[in-house]
């Protein structure tokens, strides 16, 4: 029949039929039951794609010498810093951060004494060699980068101290020196990285392996034998951090969706690695804050709690906290 109509008509049918098709195959991929399975699919394979940090850290800098750091190592520094640093450091902490962020863009301002005063990070030095943190040891850290206590920003802190030194020793010529807070900075961030236990605390180690990288490169060309193939070398690395970040970029958006209530209620429920139960559990705790979603993300909450694990304990920590 399409075959006796005039070939202006069939040409008007045939694209009718191919706007109808394109209509259907929308209203199947964009329906709301296969978009939040694919969502949750596609978040699936961003939580458990490998974190790059521990390779880039070996491409600069080389592995570990040891198999494993205590953790009272950064106890250590961290009772430190609280005690003797923190209040000037809080302080200064806009002044510190310009004066990085200055030498590493190349600006003409040459920053000096960024670390003038501070101790806390010296006692990471010569430490920081191993893979891995020993997290269960006798009496020393079970809390910490466990999950009961965001360490994110004395881990950002002690961070910055370390890259405000490497700065300081450039600005003098100390590039050695400025090298070994540089590679310092790298191994607390894979170690880190690889014991966070929340999202903050894996975001603070990438900012580490960051200003690492980018001292390194700045330092390669400081030197008396400037190499510029290695500082490009490093850079590059870290342009490799970039993809990392847009990840952690999309798990902390969908951390606020009460749409996925469910989906963080199995991630915390069966997910094998830790960091992702408990971001799960903090994602459940900031959807039981908000308006929508609310009474779901509690329920998972309360039924998480009764679980006889650390995961119970952390829940059950949550849920208290939203009373």
């Known amino acids: 029949m399409v075959r006796d109509l005039p070939f202006h008509l069939k040409k008007y049918l ?45 491409k600069a800098i080389g592995g570990a010498q040891k198999p494993e750091v205590v953790a009272s190592t950064f106890i250590t520094a961290i009772k430190r810093f609280n005690g003797t640093d923190k209040a000037k450091f809080n302080k200064r902490y806009r002044e510190i951060v310009r004066g990085i962020d200055s030498a590493l863009t190349g600006s003409s ?14 006692t990471l030095l010569g430490k920081l060699d191993g893979a891995t943190i020993r997290l269960r040891q006798p009496g020393a850290f079970l809390e910490p980068i466990e999950g009961g206590e965001d360490l994110s920003l004395n881990f950002d802190a002690l961070g910055t101290l370390l890259a405000a030194s490497a700065i300081d020793d450039l600005s003098r010529k100390r590039v050695s020196s400025a090298q070994r807070y540089a590679r310092h900075l790298l191994q607390m961030g894979r170690l880190i990285s690889g014991a966070a236990r929340t999202i903050n605390e894996l975001e603070a180690a990438v900012t580490m392996i960051r200003k690492g990288l980018a001292i390194l490169s700045l330092a390669a060309v400081e030197g008396k034998k400037p190499d510029e193939k290695e500082a490009e070398r490093l850079r590059l690395l870290g342009i490799e951090l970039t993809d990392f970040e847009q990840r952690l970029s999309t798990i902390r958006r969908e951390m606020r969706q009460p749409s996925r209530t469910d989906f963080w209620a199995k991630v915390a429920a069966k997910n094998s690695k830790l960091l992702w139960q408990h971001v799960a559990l903090d994602a459940l705790a900031l959807i039981g804050r908000s308006t929508d979603g609310s009474k779901q993300a509690r329920d998972a909450l309360k039924g998480l709690s009764r679980r006889h694990d650390r995961i119970g304990i952390a829940a059950g920590v949550r849920l208290s906290r939203l009373k």
């Open 14 to 58: 045939v694209g009718l039929q191919g706007i109808i098709a394109l209509c259907l195959a929308i209203t199947l991929v964009f329906s709301p039951e296969r978009s939040l399975a694919s969502q949750g699919q596609d978040l699936n394979q961003i939580m458990n794609a490998p974190f790059p940090m521990s390779q880039l850290v070996d």
């Open 109 to 122: 301002s040459k920053p000096s004494g960024l670390s003038r005063g501070f101790q806390s990070h010296r």
